[in-house]
């Protein structure tokens, strides 16, 4: 079974629309047809390139490849030309979609040869390069079948409500964009697409298109609540949003929690890897945990929730033990949706666990609690630190809106802790405050302030490019 049969399900369900972007829509019978032309236009080559922002070709174009079965590769358009062609070179003679060409593929001429949806569950149906945030980027392979799995697992067919609409800002290259398309088809759900982020358009979106369900990375999100301010959002359609991607501060959770009182939230954990969620926080924990005195239920707003149907957490020592509920260790997932498998290397999970070099803890009820990346963490005077509980203090002050903890090579300690902050304050002052909610050995040993922090265009923080560049000033 091909993703194809998503479409195909989606198009013998009825003539309402499918997506939407620019003023124009297309039914999922359009975008059947207009597949199949694509598909016949890719069928000789070896993979798509797509390097365009989100637009009504998008679907198209992932269809078409599919149907024509193969790989479907988006690419970062805000890639400088360097990177580009490095990566455009990986996949030599594939057919390459430049934003010049997507309306040509929503005006093709004549009628499309329309053959049988491919049945290979195990063909490649996209490939999606890392974030590189801690590494190099790699291309992830995510077959037809994990994809499918995460489909059927998580949504039931057509069970949208009639007016149903999500409004998707996020970049095409991402996993989440891949997963909002096939999802929300299935569903029924139609889908609004935003070509780029401006949180002020963002919300006219949402009421103008009377959208129900959206997800945000946690940096639109806090961009959303800066641009409401103190009052409350006006947006009554707003049934459902999702965040994710990377950490949430607390802080802008509990505001966002605020201005949209009306709106179920809910927190997604996953990775590229592991086709979209491996765990979720309902909109039913996230208003128990904002209404709680309980300082245990309160803190599962810093949880990423349970894991989905399907899914296996296992927390685990550096030598692959199983350790005790509520220890700190890598976390591993297994499920049907997971690949683990790159191009070039081969896959990362022989047994079926995936380790996803996050660092991470279950509590007792199986909230899974990620403390960010293996490689991130800080071993000081020989105590391992995680940056995210040191970040996580930082944000309560009131003249910080971003945090960055990072390990910088030490004579003495091995690693001396630097808090790069956006925002405004005394940097002494900031010591105490941080120093007075946590023990000495998790102070910053130094404060600086920046405009901006460097992070990728989905909102994950560079720490690699950070360290360099203080490195450098140091060594300057």
């Not at 790699?138 to 995460?150: G, I, Q, S, T």
Request: charged share 25%.
């Amino acid at each position: 079974m091909n993703i194809a049969v998503i479409l195909e399900m989606a198009a013998s369900a009825g003539d309402r629309p499918a997506v939407t972007e620019g003023g124009r829509s297309l039914s999922a019978a359009e975008l059947q047809r207009l597949a199949h032309h694509a598909a016949d236009r890719f069928r000789d080559r070896p993979a798509v390139l797509y390097l365009g922002t989100n637009h009504l070709a998008y679907p198209v174009a992932l269809f078409g490849a599919a149907l024509a079965e193969v790989p479907f590769v988006p690419l970062n358009y805000r890639l400088g030309q360097a990177q580009s062609r490095e990566l455009r070179d990986r996949h030599p003679g594939a057919e390459v979609l430049c934003p010049d060409d997507l309306d040509a593929l929503l005006d093709p001429p004549g009628e499309p040869d329309r053959r049988p949806a491919p049945d290979d569950r195990d063909a490649t149906a996209v490939t999606l390069y890392t974030s590189g945030t801690a590494a190099a980027p790699k291309a992830a392979l995510l077959r037809h079948r994990h994809l499918l799995a995460y489909v059927f697992n998580t949504q039931d067919f057509g069970s949208a409500d009639p007016g149903d609409a999500t409004l998707v800002a996020l970049p095409p290259y991402h996993v989440a964009g891949v997963m909002n398309l096939l999802t929300n088809l299935y569903a029924g759900r139609r889908i609004v697409y935003q070509p780029s982020f401006e949180p002020a358009d963002w919300l006219r979106t949402v009421r103008r298109e009377r959208v129900t369900h959206a997800m945000l990375v946690p940096t639109m999100l806090a961009r959303v609540t800066a641009e409401i301010g103190d009052g409350t959002a006006d947006a009554p359609s707003l049934r459902s949003l999702a965040y994710g991607g990377a950490r949430a501060p607390r802080p802008v959770v509990e505001r966002a929690l605020r201005q949209f009182p009306d709106t179920g939230f809910v927190n997604a954990y996953g990775l590229t890897e592991t086709a979209s969620s491996v765990c979720v926080l309902g909109p039913d924990d996230h208003w128990r945990a904002a209404a709680s005195g309980d300082p245990a239920v309160r803190g599962r707003l810093a949880s990423v929730g349970r894991p989905l149907p399907g899914i296996e957490i296992a927390v685990r020592d550096e030598d692959g033990r199983a350790l005790p509920t509520g220890a700190t260790g890598l976390v591993f997932v297994r499920g049907e949706q997971i690949s683990g498998e790159y191009a070039g290397t081969g896959t990362a999970a022989p047994d079926g666990w995936f380790a996803t070099r996050d660092r991470g803890r279950l509590d007792a009820d199986g909230y899974l609690f990620i403390e960010g990346r293996a490689d991130d963490t800080i071993i000081r005077g020989g105590e391992n630190i995680a940056p995210a509980e040191i970040e996580d203090v930082l944000l309560e002050h009131p003249g910080v809106r971003e945090a960055a903890v990072l390990g910088l090579p030490d004579p003495e300690w091995g690693q001396r802790l630097v808090a790069v902050l956006v925002g405004t304050g005394d940097p002494e002052e900031i010591r105490s405050f941080a120093k007075e909610r946590l023990r000495s050995a998790k102070t910053p040993d130094t404060v600086v302030f920046r405009p901006e922090l460097p992070r990728t265009p989905t909102g994950k923080l560079l720490r690699r490019t950070l360290v360099a560049e203080l490195e450098e000033a140091a060594d300057a």
